[in-house]
Every structure is written in C-alpha cells, then in structure tokens.
C-alpha cells in the first residue's frame, strides 16, 4: 500500500472520507474527488495528511473525462459515491426517484470506472461500493436493491474481461453516514432496530467499510468478490 495512488470518488464525506483516511494512514497518496469543493476541502483538514482533492461531477461523462485525461496513470480507484433517493415501498415508489439514484450511483460509477480504465495500471485495482439491499430483502428498499444489484451482477464479469486489473466490490449493510441524516428520526429507528437483530449488536462505521475497502485495495490475490460488510446481516433479519 505504502506509496501507491488511490483516487476515491466520493470522498468528502462517510465511507469514501474514511477510505481515503485509512489509505493514507498505510501510505498511499489519495487524491479524494467529489462535487464540493468546500466539503472537499474539509474532508481534507480532517483526513491530515498529504491527501489532495479534486472537484468533479461523477455524473457529468465530459467533466469526468476531463479529469482523467489531466492525471499521471495511478494505481487504484475506489467507486464511494451514490445518491440520496430511490428508497420506498414499491406501490407508491416513485420511479422518477430511482431513475436518479440509477443516474447517481449505477451509471456515474460506470463513468468513472470506464473513464479511468487508461490511467488505471494494470496491476492495480477498481473497487465499486454497492449496498446489502442487494441481498437482503428490506421493505422499503426494492429499488435501491435494484441498482445495487446490478452493480453487484457485474463484478466477476469485470474481474475477468479487465484481467489482469482485479476489480472488486464491498456491499456495506446499514452505516451510520450522513445518508441518513435528512430524517433523524427515521435514522435512529432503524438504528436501534438494526442493532437488536444484528449479531455485532450495533450498526456500522463508515470504518468498517474502509478497512474492507483497503483489505481489497492490498492483497494482490483477491479479485471478483463482492465483499459484504453488513455486521452479519443475513443472520438477523
């Protein structure tokens, strides 16, 4: 890890803060990229280090091409970002919600990933960043399921047409992250819901994941695995 380069989407806040902190805490030079650049420029602050940021728009291909064609080749991508909406029961979704978090996280990480692929070298890695709704049936949640499982699908089919790129995904369970925090009581009632049932006994850290992330990143062996990180999930619910 120690020297390698790692360019996180998403990385101004939650999971992708995180990630780009245990990075740089192993060594690595992490450039964190997202749409703010004053949320950017905190996550900075408070990650320390020499970690260095950048102001792209995941869901806009030309701002994304843009920033790839201006970089040096670089040895890992981590996919953070997502999107806030597609969430409830599927009688009453609205579809024009889950045509945007397929617009925010399915196809702003299929952007990023295909733009990237020059620069990436092909000893290094791509770790896309999906969600146990994939997994696990959660009412309320058929739609993010929805994107989520398709970027799931596709993990081991990219393992193999990138070789010898390895390309992995970790599907975090509930993470307490500012995803959250635009409804407070809804958040600490599935919180205090989700920790009776899991066998840990608590939701996640966005910690959690990072290390699974970094874990990904390291070891040179692993590749086409969607790596859950959900607390034993499937266990409890």
Not at 166 to 189: L, Q
Not at 198 to 203: E, F, N, T
Request: a negative charge.
């Amino acid at each position: 890890m120690e020297r390698a380069t790692v360019i996180v989407f998403g990385g101004s806040s939650g999971i992708g803060e995180a990630t780009a902190k245990q990075l740089t805490s192993a060594g690595a030079g992490v450039t964190i990229v997202g749409r703010n650049a004053e949320r950017l420029e905190s996550a900075r602050v408070r990650i320390g280090g020499s970690v260095k940021t950048a102001s792209v728009d995941a869901t806009d291909r030309a701002s994304v091409e843009r920033y790839f064609e201006s970089i040096e080749p670089f040895d890992h991508l981590a996919l953070c970002h997502s999107g806030g909406k597609g969430a409830g029961l599927f009688r009453t979704l609205d579809l024009d919600d889950v045509r945007s978090y397929i617009e925010a996280k399915l196809f702003a990480q299929l952007a990023v990933a295909q733009a990237a692929l020059p620069k990436l070298k092909p000893e290094g890695s791509l770790t896309f960043v999906s969600s146990g709704s994939a997994r696990i049936p959660i009412l309320g949640a058929s739609g993010l399921a929805a994107v989520n499982g398709a970027i799931e699908a596709m993990i081991p089919t990219l393992a193999k047409e990138l070789a010898p790129l390895r390309v992995n995904a970790v599907s975090p369970g509930v993470i307490d992250t500012p995803w959250w925090d635009e409804n407070p009581e809804h958040r600490d009632a599935v919180f205090k819901q989700t920790a009776a049932q899991l066998p840990v006994g608590r939701v996640g850290r966005p910690e959690d994941v990072a290390r699974a992330i970094a874990y990904l990143i390291d070891d040179t062996f692993v590749t086409g695995v969607v790596l859950a990180v959900d607390g034993g999930a499937p266990l409890g619910f």
